[in-house]
Antibody, heavy 118, light 112 residues
Framework: EVQLVESGGGLVKPGSSLKLSCVASGFTFSSYGMHWIRQAPKKGLEWIAL????????YYADSVKGRFTISRDNSKNTLYLEMNSLRSEDTAMYYC???????????WGPGTMVTVSS | DVLMTQTPVSLPVSLGGQVSISCRSSQSLVHSDGNTYLHWYLQKPGQSPQLLIYRVSNRFSGVPDRFSGSGSGTDFTLKISRVEPEDLGVYYC?????????FGGGTKLELK
């Protein structure tokens, strides 16, 4: 059974940094690209980043490019999202998701909440 | 970015009934490889989204045949027949033909 479990969320002040983690199990993590997707409170879904299975390529939404960094450690079955210069508009539930097919996702984690507020 | 417009925003339904959700894109979702990357997700209350339909009309593993997807180009539909209580929640369409992937605003399926 595929399992994805995010962690690292919390309450932070504007301008600060945070690093999220997503631990994967139930599939060969090193063979799959992974995404981060977020959902602001009571809002819709926004794709924010993709990393290829071997970290050879990384893609970002314009809203986070230059501030967020996606990475992975295949030896630990773990995906990361390093978030810098956080803004109030980054407040959201952050989900990791397993890539399937062309730029879409089949399994999602339960999410970790990030709140940016002074 | 490709704009995905879902209608209606709210959809009251009676258990056992049938409903349709529309998803329209601001440009064609036919990829240069010939595939159309339009997908449907359901987010049940308090849960993360789950994949229902991929590439327009393919049901994901374990998804009952009460769910069906159709459409082409810029106009797509998700139909749910014999609605059951576990079908309630917010439905999202996603296009992944064009970068970046973009979601529709969601359709909330709720009981009448």
């Amino acid at each position: 059974e595929v399992q994805l479990v995010e962690s690292g969320g919390g309450l932070v002040k504007p301008g600060s940094s945070l690093k999220l983690s997503c631990v994967a199990s139930g599939f060969t993590f090193s063979s799959y690209g992974m995404h981060w997707i977020r959902q602001a409170p009571k809002k819709g879904l926004e794709w924010i980043a993709l990393i290829y299975y071997d970290s050879s390529n990384k893609y970002y939404a314009d809203s986070v490019k230059g501030r967020f960094t996606i990475s992975r450690d295949n030896s630990k079955n773990t995906l990361y999202l390093e978030m810098n210069s956080l803004r109030s508009e980054d407040t959201a539930m952050y989900y990791c998701a397993k890539r399937t097919g062309y730029w879409y996702f089949d399994f999602w984690g339960p999410g970790t909440m990030v709140t940016v507020s002074s | 970015d490709v704009l995905m417009t879902q209608t209606p925003v709210s959809l009251p339904v009676s258990l056992g009934g049938q409903v349709s959700i529309s998803c329209r894109s601001s440009q064609s979702l036919v990829h240069s490889d010939g595939n159309t990357y339009l997908h449907w997700y359901l987010q049940k209350p308090g849960q993360s989204p789950q994949l229902l339909i991929y590439r327009v009309s393919n049901r994901f593993s374990g998804v009952p045949d009460r769910f069906s997807g159709s459409g082409s180009g810029t106009d797509f539909t998700l139909k749910i027949s014999r609605v059951e209580p576990e079908d309630l929640g917010v439905y999202y369409c996603l296009q992944s033909t064009h970068f970046p992937p973009t979601f529709g605003g969601g359709t909330k399926l709720e009981l009448k």
